[in-house]
């Protein structure tokens, strides 16, 4: 299974970040599809997951602003975050386990988003 | 959820043992068995290194081993190698559908 995601790369302060990470290889049912971010020179943070059924989990920090959304059909998964500041500026992945917590064996590259005015 | 402590930078010289710990609470690393750790060289995506406390995936050497006592997961690496130097970051399941990372370790091959 590989992962491969894209979307826009320099956003100003309060728009939306919009990826998309897609699965080759592999079923998108059976597992758990998270997105994680790692700011500049940072440690890594999870912000949320969904299941092939579209059930969602996000982290308490950011839910908010935090929406994920499946398309089962395409073997894609997205990542919307709204109102981004200089603060969301991270290298986002999207990553894959068979169940929360049981860790993430499969990765995307990773995309830079950058947020400035 | 507060992070998970780490130490910020471990060092070993080529063929030593080095340990690094990972310190939560009783309502994350002390609760369940599900501590992960992940390596992570510059400017490459992580890799899962260690899955609910000591299982390693398939391709991972042996040389890494995970354990867990009481509120603190550690991942040990034997036969230190040059390219073991990198980042490495615990990840444990608080319950109620979230994950918390700890703050990373450099670790440095002397």
Known sequence: VQLHQWGAGLLKPSETLSLTCAVYGGTFSGYYWSWIRQPPGKGLEWIGEIDHSGITNNNPSLKSRVTILADTSKKQFSLRLTSVTAADTAVYYCASGYDIGSGFDIWGQGTMVTVSS | ?110
Do not use: M
């Open chain 2, 1 to 110: 959820q507060s992070a998970l402590t780490q130490p910020a930078s471990v060092s070993g010289s080529p063929g030593q043992s080095i340990t690094i710990s990972c310190t939560g609470t009783s309502s994350d690393v002390g609760s369940y068995n599900l501590v992960s750790w992940y390596q992570q060289h510059p400017g490459k995506v992580p890799k899962l290194l260690i899955y609910e406390v000591h299982k390693r995936p398939s391709g991972v050497s042996n040389r890494f081993s995970g354990s867990k006592s009481g509120n603190t997961a550690s991942l040990t690496i034997s036969g230190l190698r040059a390219e073991d130097e990198a980042d490495y970051y615990c990840c444990s399941y608080p319950g109620t559908r979230n994950l918390v990372f700890g703050g990373g370790t450099k670790l440095t091959v002397l």
